[in-house]
């Protein structure tokens, strides 16, 4: 009963937490689809806008350049052509002003394409209307001043008239002083020619007087009437006026700017825009870069490297070291999964304890820290510390075998007096050795040659016998002939004689190589009398997916530089 309670409460929970991730995610695409459509209409209403602007702008550079040579030509026309162009201007002011939107969004606007229409229509309304009112009002200006200039006309020809008939009166006044001088008697005389003469002299200057009042009347009416309108200058353009036409798009454009500045896209999205190219190119090189280098590696510095003369250990410790014993023809597997050593009076046994399945009771065993307290790093790297030190009065048989690890074989690797082996410490769980003389190992460094720096070995270690490796290897240990050359894997290599020529020779494929498949160089034996070891299934330093891979990798790296 309590197991199927506890068996309906999870299956409850997990669907209500699923039920629950379900909601999250879709309340979370909901309001990012809001989000995107809503910057998607505030860009295609700013493009659509700044077209419009742009569109209008434009539109009233070519009205305005059509008004200033339509208005300029009117300059010394007629008062009767300047005023039908006034009518004609301002009849389309009053068409276009009837159509015009008190805003650009007072009318309903389904989808960007008639906002771009609608935007582009009324701007270039706009502008059209501040360019006609314009042109009106110089019109207008025009108009008056050649009104002003005919009565100008008028008010000269009306004190041209009074200054005449003025003239004329002080010339009748002169000539009837000049007869009063010459009779003055007898033009005070009725019937006397002097008076008659003096009579019409003075009738003659009743009319002009009568005259010149009048021409002085229409003198001072017309200058009462005539103003100062003076001509105005050649007519141009107000740019500023015709800008600020455009002032409810801007205005416009600016909202929507603004509105688009508070959604988290926008504000995002130039950022990322900016930085995309240089990520762009880091992405790019991070592909590329590997391909190059691996390319220049295997087709420049391996194919080099092959042709380089192989390297001889025997021959660079200028020693005449025996050979180890040669395997028999198709009989290279020498490991099992555990081993029965034999421990004879005189020898000692140091071994990693996890490998020690079962010794007599009678050996003694002792800790000793390290394999050889002269190579300490090289101790400790290959894992080689507090190991079991046996030793046996009587001959004892020890047995061998990896417990803990049940792809692990053991194999026992004997090297008579005066022979030498090159080995990785990685692959050693312990030896046998004699109790009384210490451990022959030594270091060599190849620091002048190219194999060594393709595959990173720059440090052999050499064991010399008398001694017996007890050696693992991950299913199984193999020991073969290097005969006219042998190719294996660098990884799966654990050591060879040092008699055998040693090389490296590049892979034979590209492409397993540049996906990682293969490693660049393959190790290369030749030797008649040579032998060397490897595992069947290395895995050192192969695990994919790990997150500690990387770092694995590197210390495989470094450890490989020491020969560890």
């Known amino acids: 009963m309590r197991q199927l309670l506890t068996a309906l409460l999870r299956f409850l929970l997990r669907h209500a937490l699923q039920f629950a991730l379900f909601i999250v995610i879709l309340l979370a695409g909901r309001l990012l689809l809001a989000e995107w459509r809503a910057y998607s209409a505030g860009s295609e209403t700013v493009a659509a806008l700044r077209l419009a602007a742009d569109g209008a702008d434009q539109h009233g550079a070519s009205l305005a350049d059509a008004a200033t040579a339509r208005v300029n030509a009117l300059q010394h026309a007629s008062q009767t052509a300047i005023a039908t162009r ?12 009837a159509r015009q939107q008190a805003s650009l969004f007072t009318l309903p606007l389904p989808d960007t394409h008639t906002l771009a229409l609608h935007a582009q229509q009324e701007a270039a309304r706009r502008v059209e209307i501040e360019v006609l009112a314009q042109e009106a009002r110089y019109l207008s200006a025009l108009q ?33 002083r000049q007869l009063e001088a010459q009779h003055p008697v007898a033009a005070r005389l009725p019937g006397s020619d002097a008076y008659a003469q003096l009579s019409r002299l003075e009738a003659e200057g009743q009319r002009w007087r009568e005259i010149n009042l009048q021409a002085y009347r229409a003198w001072a009416a017309q200058r009462a009437r005539t103003n100062n309108a003076a001509h105005p200058a050649p007519f141009a353009i107000d740019n500023a006026a015709l800008a600020s036409a455009l002032a409810p798009v801007q205005a416009a454009i600016a909202t929507s700017e ?13 950022p990322i825009m900016d930085v995309a190219p240089t990520a762009a190119l880091l992405v790019l090189s991070a592909i ?9 590696f295997y087709f420049v510095l391996a194919p080099l490297a092959a042709r380089l003369p192989p390297l001889s250990i025997a021959r660079e410790l200028q020693s005449g070291d025996a050979s180890l014993p040669l395997p028999p023809q198709g009989a290279s597997r020498i490991s099992a999964v555990s081993q029965a050593l034999q421990l004879n009076p005189g020898q000692q046994m140091l071994i990693h304890p996890a490998y020690l399945q079962s010794s007599p009771v009678s050996s003694t065993k002792r800790t000793q820290w390290l394999l050889d307290w002269r190579f300490p790093f090289t101790s400790l790297a290959a894992g080689m510390v507090a190991l079991t030190r046996l030793h ?18 053991i194999a026992v690797v004997h090297l008579p007096a005066g022979s030498a082996l ?25 620091l002048g040659s190219l194999h060594a720096w393709l595959t990173l070995q720059l440090r052999f270690i050499v064991f010399r016998g008398p001694v017996t490796l007890i050696v693992r290897g991950c299913r199984g240990v193999r020991q073969e002939r290097a005969g006219q050359g042998r190719a294996i894997s660098q990884s799966a290599t654990l050591g060879f004689s040092t008699d055998v020529l040693y090389s490296t020779i590049r892979s034979e494929t590209f492409i397993p190589y540049l996906r990682g498949q293969q490693a660049l160089l ?43």
Do not use: M
Request: aromatic share 8%.
């Open 86 to 97: 006034l009518q004609q201007v301002q009849a389309q002011l009053h068409q276009l002003r």
């Open 144 to 176: 008056a001043a050649v009104e002003g200039e005919d009565a100008r006309h008028t008010l000269a020809r009306l004190h041209a008239e009074h200054v005449n008939a003025y003239a004329a009166l002080q010339h009748n006044l002169a000539q009837r």
């Open 392 to 409: 046996s009065d009587v001959t004892a048989s020890v047995t061998i075998s990896a417990s803990d690890d049940p792809l692990l074989e």
């Open 522 to 564: 393959n190790d290369r034996f030749d030797g008649d009398n040579g032998v060397y070891l490897y595992e069947e299934t290395p895995r050192h330093g192969k695990q994919p997916g790990k997150v500690g891979s990387w770092f694995e990798g590197f210390t495989d790296a470094i450890l490989k530089v020491f020969g560890i």
């Open 258 to 270: 603004a509105q688009l500045a508070r959604n988290w896209i926008a504000r995002w999205r130039a």
């Open 288 to 296: 590329l870069l590997p391909v190059a280098i691996k390319a220049f």
């Open 422 to 446: 090159i080995f990785q410490p990685r692959g050693l769980v312990g030896l046998i050795c004699d109790a009384n003389q210490p451990l022959a190992i030594a270091s060599h460094w190849r």
